[in-house]
């Protein structure tokens, strides 16, 4: 179903997205790492979940931001270490990669009861055992890590021994692919460090792939379709949707689902705004804990005042005497974030909802 707030999982479920995901399948044929970014709830791990399970490789995923928050921002091997545990229940139901999952140090299998004691268990066993069963039964072994910027929380070296793990893979398991999601690409490629000479990634070509939102007339199509699933007739212009809401798919459902409830485009229109309204607020609290200049400069960016000279007049007005090398920091992280994006005509809040809330935040 169109509608559904759930990750899409089989390719009747998923909208267009063909071009997409023929460009993943060619990309993980080619590298043994791809990077796939996008805006938040532009429809990336429905992508990819939809391709894992469309295709006849071998794959876990890890939710890395389960990971950061069930850590409280400290991931330890001992967190990635339960949740690895979880994926692993789920793959040692396929019979013959039980037998191989039995050779793991620190792994104890009863039944289909996946076990992992965290003192003996190392990742690079599970790798090179993996390989040993993708390779014998000619067929890749993929681990999808979503939201994987994350990662830079991991030990006490900002991901480290992760890039050092992923550099081994690289070189020795040719049957091991991963996938990293992202919607905070700055700070995906700061957890990568591909391009950073000291980083055991360094040199390394990967594959990259950009999930971008429908376009206009795309986002028509999927809300007809969606209304028609559900045999429900709408007596509105579904282009005012679209104008509020751009292409961003998650939005889309969202709205839909709304509707169906309240039978009201407005009133629908609204409640995504509040939805979303909530979830930035815990997204930005975080960002906006470092210092208050952030949302200063989100909420101006979002009413036009989108010039560097603008931004720094304003920051001064309000006594922020802030100096040009700490707004330019301040305007990198946003962007890193995905949260603005720099063109010719100066800066812009990348995701059209967030403008609108931003725009009406009193505070």
């Known amino acids: 179903m169109l509608f559904s707030s759930t990750p899409k999982a089989t390719r009747e479920e998923l909208f267009d997205r063909e071009e997409e995901l023929s460009e993943l399948e060619k990309l993980l044929n080619i590298y043994p790492i791809v990077v796939v970014t996008g805006l938040r709830r532009v429809g990336k791990s429905s992508l990819i979940r ?4 469309e295709h006849q490789n071998y794959f876990m995923s890890i939710d890395v931001r389960k990971l950061y928050e069930m850590s409280f921002g400290n991931i330890s091997s001992l967190h990635l270490t339960r949740l690895l545990s979880e994926e692993l229940n789920k793959i040692s139901k396929i019979e013959k990669l039980s037998s191989f999952l039995r050779k793991i140090r620190g792994i104890s299998i009863h039944g ?16 090179e055992k993996l390989e040993a069963f993708a390779a014998k039964n000619n067929k890749n072994f993929i681990v999808f890590f979503d939201e994987a910027q994350y990662l830079k929380f991991y030990g006490a070296r900002g991901g480290e021994e992760i890039r050092m793990l992923l550099a081994y893979s690289y070189d020795n398991l040719p049957h091991v692919r991963f996938i990293f ?20 990634l360094y040199g390394r070509a ?9 376009s206009f007339e795309l986002s028509l199509e999927f809300l007809r379709k969606g209304f028609e699933e559900l045999e429900e007739k709408i007596d509105f212009d579904l282009s005012e949707v679209v104008e509020q809401l751009d292409g961003i798919v998650g939005y889309l459902v969202l709205f839909g689902l709304k509707y169906m409830t309240m039978k009201n485009k407005d009133k629908a229109l609204q ?16 960002i906006t804990k470092r210092s208050p200049r952030y949302m200063t400069v989100l909420k101006s960016i979002a009413i036009g005042i989108n010039t560097w000279t603008g931004l720094k007049n304003v920051l001064h007005a309000e006594g922020d005497f802030v100096s040009d090398s700490r707004l330019f920091s301040v305007l990198e992280t946003l962007q890193k974030l995905s949260l603005v994006e720099k063109s010719q005509d100066g800066y812009r809040i990348t995701d059209r909802v967030l403008e609108r809330i931003l725009r009406e935040k009193r505070v």
């Open 50 to 53: 939809v391709y894992l399970n």
């Open 112 to 127: 289909s009861s996946v076990e992992i004691d965290a003192r003996q268990f190392e990742l690079s066993d599970m790798f």
């Open 181 to 200: 999601t992202g919607s905070e690409v700055g700070m995906l490629h700061d957890f990568l460090k591909f391009e950073d000479p000291d980083s055991p």
């Open 206 to 214: 990967m594959g990259f792939l950009t999930v971008k939102p429908f």
């Open 271 to 286: 409640e995504v705004f509040s939805t979303m309204s909530v979830l930035f607020e815990k997204e930005l609290s975080e």
